[in-house]
């Protein structure tokens, strides 16, 4: 073994160190901290979130939680089947079963912490349709169905005095054999995690905070591209933190455009129009008034969403439009405030009066479907790590996600990795050799514009060569440019005092890199990836790690 000799600097000061910590604090963080402090009342459990806490994607879904609670009308078999036929063939058959049976026992669970989902007047809950799905079996909160599960995990956990959260903490990277001295490479059996080095954000200094099991939930990435649903904060920092401690990655290359964001030019992030308008029966309309999405797919406005994206995508391309329209003229206006409250007044302050006017709508970056590769229980590739949300990638969503699926993963993924660390916790003890961060010859960078213009240059390479349709050309000149700014960010991440604003652009770029890759090792279409010189499916069925 390489003796290691720790490197002491003199702006790092040792604080926390806890059982179990936790890298988010959306729906999948929450919910596995809850599990876990009501298994383990003795056990600490941490939280670190790099914003406020609940300034997360999970803060801003609107459709709902796909669930089966009509068992007359509805079936296990029948969403199954439509989580499948969404995922192209890419869907592990068993983890969609685990998700839809183990899903309603989820859901209750959040019902009995508090969630309010909206019912008729005789108590029944109300269920929504969006794309892809055979069955009304959306449960929701009117249209802010992220917000109101957010507000109640965050108010159960505020009952749990073993959960502490800390906010404005970033985490940097995970701790491995690597920060003791040891060669880490891709072909290591054994690479174990055991804590993180975060940046506390308040005293701007950074951290080694040892754990004995660490959960990534650390959500999407969406902040990759230009134009996206997602707020700041959505980075694919836990994603880039994986890839750089060489754990598996898979499937990145499908990234799921949602095909109705408000377009606002210059606006970002995007602001949300729900799939459940189309569900209530809104229809799409391109620049001369035409229901477009019938000559596309049978299933019309509500064809799975890879295809209504590709859909609108094409008719702005051939209209050499920035938008196509949604048109709610004809939906029941009273029941359309009832339902898209938040929605109706969005376009209310911006001059559009949903009743009369159609609303402009263009596809934007929304959700990764691949991540960080975990098994069933949620176990990542590297030990005592574990991985749930949208980072991970569980097999669920395949080459596609099915709306409103992943509000249900992360709960079913968060229950199962909790479930799994509590069980072998009593057997990791903490590593008492990690050293500290080293921050001896950085300095300010002198021009906060070398990291802006960075990361505008990756969105614009991102949106403009790795977007809903693609093809060889585009990915190779992507991946040239990446390099570029990679070299850059680099060059400048050895040098620099660390900011968030720097290290959220190396996980992009990263992000950016991983997204290309897989884009190219996969010769075909399939789901979400369209290339246009590999047109067809490819027979091999398979997932791309990296
Ligand atoms: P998030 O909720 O994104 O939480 C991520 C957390 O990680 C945050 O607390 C963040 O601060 C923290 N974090 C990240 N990096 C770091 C770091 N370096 N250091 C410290 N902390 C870090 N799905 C559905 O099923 N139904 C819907 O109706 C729906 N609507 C959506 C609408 C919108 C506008 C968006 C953007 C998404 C929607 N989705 C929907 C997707 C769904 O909301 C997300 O996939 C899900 O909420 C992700 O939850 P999560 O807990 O994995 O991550
Ligand atoms: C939506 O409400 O349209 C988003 C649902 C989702 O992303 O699953």
């Not at 000061?13 to 919910?31: E, N, R, V």
Request: aromatic share 6%.
């Amino acid at each position: 073994m390489k003796s290691y000799s720790a490197t002491l600097s003199a702006t790092t000061i040792f604080m926390l160190k806890t059982d179990i910590l936790i890298i988010g604090s959306g729906i999948a963080g929450l919910t596995s901290a809850l599990k876990l402090a009501r298994k383990h009342p003795n056990l600490t459990i941490t939280i670190l979130t790099k914003s406020s806490t609940d300034e997360t994607n999970t803060k801003y879904a609107q459709g709902g939680i796909a669930v089966v609670n009509d068992m007359e009308n509805d079936s296990f078999d029948k969403h199954i089947e439509d989580t499948l036929i969404a995922g192209d063939g890419l869907c592990s058959k068993h983890i969609v079963e685990i998700v839809v049976k183990e899903g309603p026992e989820r859901v209750n669970e959040i019902i009995d912490w508090g969630t309010n989902f909206d019912m008729d007047k005789s108590g029944t809950y109300l269920r929504g349709k969006e794309g892809g799905h055979s069955e009304f079996r959306i449960l929701h909160h009117k249209d802010v169905t992220g917000a109101e599960i957010e507000r109640a995990l965050m108010e159960e956990a505020k009952k749990h005095d073993n959960i502490k959260i800390y906010n404005h903490w970033f985490v940097l990277d995970l701790i491995t054999q690597h920060h003791l001295g040891y060669l880490v490479t891709k072909a290591t059996p054994d690479i174990t995690c055991y804590g993180v080095y975060a940046l506390n954000l308040q005293s701007n200094c950074i951290e080694k905070i040892p754990a004995r099991m660490t959960l990534l939930a650390s959500g999407g990435v969406g902040q990759v591209y230009r134009t996206t649903t997602n707020p700041k904060i959505a980075t694919g920092d836990g994603i880039a933190m994986v890839y750089r401690a060489k754990g598996r990655v898979e499937n990145m290359e499908f990234i799921q455009f949602h095909p109705t964001a408000l377009y606002e030019a210059g606006i970002s992030p995007s602001f949300l129009v729900t799939e459940a308008v189309r569900g209530d029966g809104g229809i799409l309309r391109n620049k001369i008034g035409e229901a477009f999405m019938k000559s596309y797919d049978a299933r019309a406005d509500l064809a799975p969403r890879d295809v209504v994206a590709r859909a609108i995508d094409n008719e702005m391309k051939r209209a050499g439009t920035e938008h196509v329209f949604l048109d709610c003229r004809h939906m029941d206006e009273k029941k359309f405030l009832e339902h898209f409250p938040n929605i109706y007044s969005k376009c209310k302050s911006i001059g559009i009066d949903v009743s009369k006017d159609m609303i402009p709508v263009a596809p934007a970056a929304h959700y990764c479907c691949g991540g960080i590769k975990t098994d069933e229980l949620g176990r990542s590739s590297i030990q005592n790590l574990y991985a749930c949300g949208e980072c991970s990638s569980t097999g669920l969503h395949g080459a596609n996600r099915l709306a409103s699926n992943s509000l249900l993963e992360a709960l079913v993924f968060a229950h199962r990795c909790a479930e799994d660390i509590a069980e072998r916790i009593e057997k990791v003890a903490f590593c008492n050799e990690i050293p500290d961060w080293n921050v001896e010859g950085t300095s300010e960078p002198r021009e906060m514009i070398l990291i802006t213009q960075s990361l505008k240059e990756l969105q614009s390479v991102m949106s403009d060569y790795v977007g809903i349709v693609r093809n060889d050309i585009r990915l190779r000149r992507a991946l040239n440019r990446i390099d570029l700014i990679h070299a850059e960010t680099e060059e400048l991440y050895k040098t620099s005092v660390l900011s968030p604003q720097l290290c959220e652009l190396r996980n992009l770029i990263t992000i950016g890199y991983l997204v290309v890759k897989g884009a190219q090792f996969r010769k075909e279409s399939r789901g979400l990836h369209y290339n246009t010189d590999y047109p067809e499916k490819s027979p091999l069925l398979q997932s791309i790690t990296l």
